[in-house]
């Protein structure tokens, strides 16, 4: 069986502090979810 692909995007604009927040929000919202692949 293939593999889940699940991508996202957005623009870099904000601080480094924001942008690493939205990330970490992004690993807690995917986390649970097995036999996908991630790309941001």
Known sequence: MRRKLVVGNWKMHGSVAKNKALLADIMD????????????
Request: hydrophobic content about 40%.
């Open 29 to 40: 919202g995917v986390r649970d979810f097995n036999g996908a692949d991630y790309v941001v």
